[in-house]
């Protein structure tokens, strides 16, 4: 077994460029009680946040926030260095373009085919030359291997190709940013798997910054341990000599009531003495 050298979770280079995310002491309650408490984190451009924590612990708030679909009661959230918290509708919905989220359960709209799913970004954006928009379905539903079923009904999907059209549907404007809720839930692990190499791929071969919400260790297994060789077209160890290295750090937080219970990098989570971290560690 080959010792992976120690990961540096921040480089210098990091420290220097402006976060793609950053939450500084965001804390929000609904009827008085707190559900994200004095929260703060960074997200380097190109990095992942692994997003770990119980059920009901403050998982999908924390995305919904990043987004603008919640504002906090006090802090910051900061996207590509941009506080948002102060701007109106009109100024979020800019910002939303630059991101893409997979939302918990992948929900499609039922009624609309796939194609009109995944177009539906794009309209919204303004885009009205058909041509140019089924091109770009096509491209998308390629990235995530669905072209196929771009007259399908999402009704006629498998829970796996649902959740491959989601993640086309969330980058058919091209985002710099990538929220996953729980991508993963409910599926086989095989299929579980291709949807890990999806987040891989766009993370490693756009530089995507992602935050991605799991309950699998397997996940976090995978998307801290590979890199998507462009040339091989598959994933391959992240921690090879002379091989290809992820782009960003992977950083791990655990959410507890609200709360950030641990930060850090895998080799930081394994250290971690607190027995309740431990179910968390490979
Ligand atoms: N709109 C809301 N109004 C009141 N309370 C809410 C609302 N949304 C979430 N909560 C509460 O905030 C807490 C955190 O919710 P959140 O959805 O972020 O949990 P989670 O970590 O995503 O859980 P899961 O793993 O089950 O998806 C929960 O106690 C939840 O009941
Ligand atoms: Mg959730």
Known sequence: MM????EEPFSKRDQMSTPAIEMRH????????PVIDDVSFQVPPGGTLILLGATGSGKSLLLKLILGLLKPDRGEILIEGQDIVPLPETALNAIRKRMGIVFQEGALFDSLPVYENVSYRLREDGERDEAKIEAR????????????AIDKMPAELSG??????AIARAIASAPSIMLYDSPTAGLDPITAQTINVLIIKLRDLQGVTSVVVTHRLQDTVVLTNFVYSAERKALVPAFTDGGP???????????REGRVAFQGTQEELARAADPSLQRFVA
Do not use: N, T, W, Y
């Open 160 to 165: 796996g190709m649902r959740r491959r059209v």
């Open 26 to 33: 965001v804390s929000l309650a609904f009827d008085e009680k």
């Open 245 to 255: 290295r992820r782009r960003g750090p992977v950083l791990f937080q655990i959410m």
């Open 137 to 148: 379905v096509r491209e998308v539903l390629g990235f995530v291997e669905m072209e196929h």
């Open 3 to 6: 010792v992976p050298p120690a």
